[in-house]
């Protein structure tokens, strides 16, 4: 229903910044909660923020104080600003929507396809 496109990715020294875009289409964003998503080879995926349709946001321990989450819902983009950035934060970044199922204890998940970050001197 809803496709999910990221950009934004790059090679970026330690402490520097880098600010991740996530664009929708093909359903009505507002119902969703959005998320951002970080995995590197041989390892789980892991949550790094999300934020509600409401606009209320969490974040991953490792990341508080230097990552920001945002959505726009009349651009139907969400963004990941990523301040003071560390070479433990390379990973490839996916963003993610959820809404509920209607009728059904569950809910619908679409990812997109990840944009690599860097941070190396």
């Known amino acids: 229903q809803v496709q999910l496109v990221e950009s934004g990715g790059g090679l970026v020294q330690p402490g520097g910044s880098l600010r991740l875009s996530c664009a929708a289409s093909?359903?009505?964003?507002?119902?969703?909660?959005l998320g951002w998503y970080r995995q590197v080879p041989g390892k789980q995926r892991d949550l790094v923020a999300a934020?509600?349709?409401?606009?209320?946001?969490n974040y991953a321990d490792s990341v508080k104080g230097r990552f920001t989450i945002s959505r726009d819902n009349a651009k139907k983009l969400v963004y990941l600003q990523m301040n003071s950035l560390k070479p433990e934060d390379t990973a490839v970044y996916y963003c993610?929507?959820?809404?509920?199922?209607?009728?059904?204890?569950?809910?619908?998940?679409?990812w997109g396809q990840g944009t690599l970050v860097t941070v190396s001197s």
């Open positions: 993610n929507a959820r809404t509920s199922v209607p009728g059904a204890e569950t809910y619908l998940e679409v």
């Open positions: 093909g359903s009505i964003f507002s119902r969703y909660a």
């Open positions: 934020i509600t349709t409401g606009g209320s946001t």
